[in-house]
């Protein structure tokens, strides 16, 4: 499907966005499941939390959401000290230093001693703030509340899709009929700032945050990109693309993969099976089935020869033969490959061993 792009787009903005860890933290580590629990390793594969939960989560503003063998969830830091004790019925790792946890069925929010600072009559649902808004579930529409709790924006149209704040907007859809879908643009206020004259459910899989001034859509089956004004800045003849990561964007045409900077110029010849958004300088991309890893200049770095490849913070985790490493910049192993650590399919951040 021509359109399938847009799921892309949020896995990869996911994956970017959220990474193994904050950016702001010293060191990378790397989730890994073994017979004993969920631990981490460090990018040397050296054990720094010894396994021990039931689940785990990435790093996030120094903190990682974990269960326990008890069931509860908790927060750990990463030296694997449990900073918040397990007692929750569900959590949402922190951002903007407050963490969504579920008490009693119903969504709170702590601070990171663990201090419910609010209490609210909602669910948990992966609740995250962003510029200071987050959104809630309220009978199957969405409400944006602000560090206080407070709703700042009622329960407007949507009902199905909404993106976190990003740039000062926030976009919602509804879906109008079997053929069209309304797109809002909003600003923190719930002020409509523009309403894309896209409406084809054709064109639709789901919503895309600002990024770097810029967010993708399709118009005439064409990719483009809007500015915060919801004016078209960048028009191409591309069947798809993602969102721009450090100036550049992939594209798409005829299957073959490159990347654009900001004036629409190819600046990465089309040329791979596949691209991922850049990250700490370095790209993903696919080569006759296999992947490497690209550098800002279109240099092959680590050749196309594996299974999988995950950048996480500028680490770069390998699969091949179902058997994971770690390799440095130029594709020699730091860790080799290990033949009970494989990537989980569902999740592209944990290693299971």
Not at 68 to 97: H, L, R
Request: proline share 3%; charged share 25%.
């Amino acid at each position: 499907m021509k359109f399938k792009w847009l799921a892309f787009v949020l896995l990869e903005a996911l994956i970017s966005l959220l990474g193994c860890q904050s950016a702001e933290t010293d060191k990378t580590l790397i989730r890994v499941i073994s017979k004993e629990g969920v631990g981490y390793i460090d990018e040397m594969g050296n054990w720094v939390v010894k396994p021990q939960f039931v689940e785990a989560d990435f790093f996030s503003e120094g903190l990682a959401r974990v269960k326990s063998m008890n069931g509860k969830w908790g927060f750990i830091d990463k030296s694997g000290k449990m900073v918040v004790q397990p007692q929750f019925e569900g959590a949402v790792n922190f951002s903007e230093g407050l963490a969504a946890v579920a008490i009693g069925g119903k969504l709170c929010f702590i601070d990171k001693t663990g201090k419910v600072v609010i209490k609210t009559q909602d669910v948990l649902w992966g609740n995250k703030f962003s510029e200071g808004l987050c959104a809630v579930d309220r009978d199957g529409k969405w409400a944006f509340i602000d560090r206080t709790g407070k709703t700042v924006i009622p329960p407007k149209f949507w009902d199905r899709f909404y993106t976190v704040a990003s740039e000062g907007l926030i976009g919602a859809a509804t879906v109008v009929s079997d053929q069209t879908v309304r797109l809002c643009y909003f600003d923190k206020a719930g002020n409509l700032v523009f309403e894309p004259n896209f409406n084809s459910r054709k064109h639709f899989e789901g919503l895309v945050p600002f990024s770097e001034g810029l967010a993708p859509f399709f118009n005439n089956d064409k990719l483009v990109f809007l500015n915060k004004k919801g004016e078209e800045t960048i028009k191409t003849q591309f069947d798809g693309g993602y969102s721009f990561s450090e100036g550049l964007a992939p594209v798409n045409l005829n299957d073959k993969w490159g990347f654009i900077d900001k004036s629409g110029k190819t600046v990465i010849q089309l040329q791979f099976d596949y691209a991922g958004g850049f990250s700490n300088g370095l790209a993903k991309v696919q080569k006759d089935g296999k992947f490497g890893v690209i550098n800002k200049s279109g240099e092959m770095l680590v050749q196309p020869k594996f299974d999988k490849v995950l950048i996480c913070q500028g680490v770069i985790v390998v699969e091949t033969d179902k058997k994971c490493g770690i390799v440095d910049k130029t594709g020699k192993y730091l860790v080799s490959p290990q033949s009970d650590w494989y990537m989980d399919e569902m999740d592209w951040h944990r290693w299971v061993k």
